[in-house]
């Protein structure tokens, strides 16, 4: 590992307070920033004037995606659901392969559209699973045997897809066909790292096309190079960051959720800002989140 760390000055966004806050994204359309608390079931959104909104949508909540035409995607229980651009259900829900004891975990749209969702095992084996719903309602089923499927982006010309299983300690590379949505063979991992360093979590891709990863009980977002390489590593004031995204107006801005989830009563005080969502100026501009075509 050769990435140095950068001193960064990170701002608390919204004291969320999530026990698993996950997947900020930009939407230019309305210049907020939304993320979800997994647990509590509800999607947040906080615009640019510092008012904050939210929805509660079920009992787990993985992610949610942007709509082509405003609104969301949300890969909640055992569902997706669909909002429009006023916040209204304009479509019936899809019905998702999610069984007992499973729950959705992180999700991203491609570049094409698709909106791809992980399921887990609650139980911690490897029965989880990567799927794909398409803009029709139709729904496959991409990787199987993922222990905690997590963080997904696409390199910038769409033809690699970067994915963390978090039962590993590496990002994963597949061919990804964006005109048919068809996964193919696994690479060579883009990187691994040494459990010490925490456990690979939620990333996105900026517009030099690096890898920005959270890493869960590191502390840390590493910044990796499309060639694999390490190239910068920032120390948050929280030990588990889940994932980060850009945002503002420029897209030069990044936010980074982060959980308390499985800390105890004596760790959470020393860490009184784990589950809220910060912020930071990275000296970097980022990439605009590919939407749902549905």
């Not at 009992?59 to 609104?71: I, K, M, S």
């Not at 891709?205 to 590191?218: F, H, P």
């Not at 945002?247 to 020393?270: F, I, K, N, Q």
């Amino acid at each position: 590992m050769t990435d140095a760390v950068s001193p960064v000055e990170w701002h608390v966004e919204v004291a969320a307070g999530c026990e698993l806050g996950e997947h900020p994204l930009w939407d230019e359309t309305t210049e907020s920033i939304t993320w979800v608390d997994v647990f509590g079931g509800t999607v947040r959104r906080l615009d640019m004037h510092g008012l904050e909104s939210g929805e509660r949508l079920g009992e787990a909540l993985g992610a949610v995606g942007l709509r082509r035409d405003g609104g969301l995607v949300a890969a909640v229980d055992r569902n997706f659901v669909f909002r429009d651009a006023r916040g209204v259900s304009d479509r019936d829900p899809v019905a998702a392969p999610v069984g007992d004891g499973m729950r959705f975990n992180d999700a991203a749209c491609d570049p094409a559209g698709r909106f791809l969702a992980g399921i887990v095992s609650q139980t911690g084996d490897s029965t989880g699973e990567l799927i794909q719903l398409h803009a029709d309602g139709h729904i496959d089923v991409i990787l199987q045997g993922l222990l905690e499927s997590n963080g997904l982006a696409w390199s910038l010309d769409g033809e690699t897809l970067y994915f963390v299983d978090s039962g590993e300690q590496s990002i994963r590379q597949y061919g990804y066909d964006c005109d048919t949505g068809k996964i193919g063979p696994r690479r060579a991992n883009l990187i691994d790292f040494p459990q010490s360093q925490g456990t690979p979590d939620g990333l996105t891709i900026d517009a030099e096309g690096a890898v920005w990863l959270a890493m869960w009980g590191g502390s840390a977002i590493k910044r990796i190079s499309p060639g694999g390489q390490a190239l910068r590593q920032m120390t948050l004031p929280v030990s588990q960051p889940t994932c980060a995204s850009f945002g503002s107006s420029s897209l030069d801005r990044l936010y980074v959720t982060s959980a308390w989830e499985g800390m105890t009563p004596e760790a959470r005080a020393t860490e009184p800002n784990a589950g809220d969502l910060f912020s930071a100026n990275v000296g970097v501009r980022g990439t605009a989140a590919y939407r749902f075509r549905g």
